[in-house]
């Protein structure tokens, strides 16, 4: 209605947005007498809060890299801290803000490093990256034939790539490196079957929350060829998880599976 619509800046829209979705965004241009006081405040001053915003988002993305974060937690939390900062542009009686500024700052930084720490107590992630090492190299799969032992993981749930181009989830930007392809559902499937411990404790939905949030996550979106089945010497095309195998190496996590994903690779014309 027109006084949602008067509240309302489209920054951006989803590219996958319906043809008859998209044609009602003109109806944002057909209320703009209606607009706020402050968003008009906005609008009028754009260019300049606009070039404020971004001098402080360089600012606070330094500040956040001086205090040893990285990655998404940079991105996301300098996006935050620069929109907070920017209100005493918008509405000048908050000057004092200004000044109280890097107080607040601090204080955020002390409890990201807080969550953080908590984070890697809880988190599912490296528990799971030890069961799927488990079962990729050592634990054979029950169900394979006595001639033809299989191990629980193998090429039907993950790839590696010395080097592939991938468009973050998160923005517009895109990696190109080596990089861990799993398909999480294959993988959280076996396991199930298995009664790996990661299963009692945590649940799919879980980990793929922090799985998502973590530095190597890169995208949960893309096509890659897997090994079919146990059977068929055939591949398909399957969605997996993309995992920057940079930041893996780096923190020497799945190392092994991503030796084991290689030698699969070089095996891979013969197999099939």
């Known amino acids: 209605d027109a006084a949602a619509l008067s509240r309302m800046i489209i920054l951006n829209y989803n590219k996958f947005l319906k043809k008859e979705e998209l044609s009602s965004l003109t109806q944002i241009t ?41 990655g998404r937690t940079v991105n996301n939390w300098a996006v935050i801290l620069s929109g907070i900062q920017s209100a005493s542009d918008v509405l000048t009686g908050l000057y004092q803000w200004k000044n109280e500024f890097e107080g607040f700052r601090d204080k955020i930084c002390e409890k990201i490093k807080k969550e953080a720490q908590e984070e890697m107590e809880h988190n599912p992630i490296h528990e799971f990256f030890g069961e799927l090492e488990y079962y990729a190299t050592q634990k054979t799969d029950p169900d394979s034939e006595f001639n033809n032992k299989r191990l629980v993981l193998d ?4 790839k590696y790539k010395d080097i592939d181009t991938v468009n973050y989830d998160s923005d517009k930007k895109t990696y190109t490196g080596a990089i861990l392809a799993l398909h999480i559902k294959r993988i959280w499937q076996a396991l199930t079957q298995n009664r790996a411990e990661i299963t009692k404790k945590s649940s799919l939905k879980i980990l793929e929350h922090h799985l998502q949030n973590s530095s190597y996550y890169i995208t949960k979106g893309k096509q890659i060829m897997l090994t079919k089945s146990i059977v068929d010497q055939e591949e398909s095309n399957l969605r997996c998880y993309i995992l920057d195998a940079t930041e893996l190496k780096k923190n020497e996590m799945l190392l092994e599976v991503i030796e084991k994903a290689k030698r699969y690779e070089i095996e891979r014309k013969k197999r099939l």
């Open 30 to 70: 057909s209320n703009l007498d209606r607009f706020s006081e402050f968003t008009g405040l906005i609008l009028s001053d754009y260019h300049e809060i606009r070039e404020r915003y971004f001098e402080n988002l360089e600012e606070n993305s330094d500040y956040l890299i001086d205090q040893n974060f990285e």
């Open 155 to 158: 090429d039907r749930h993950f």
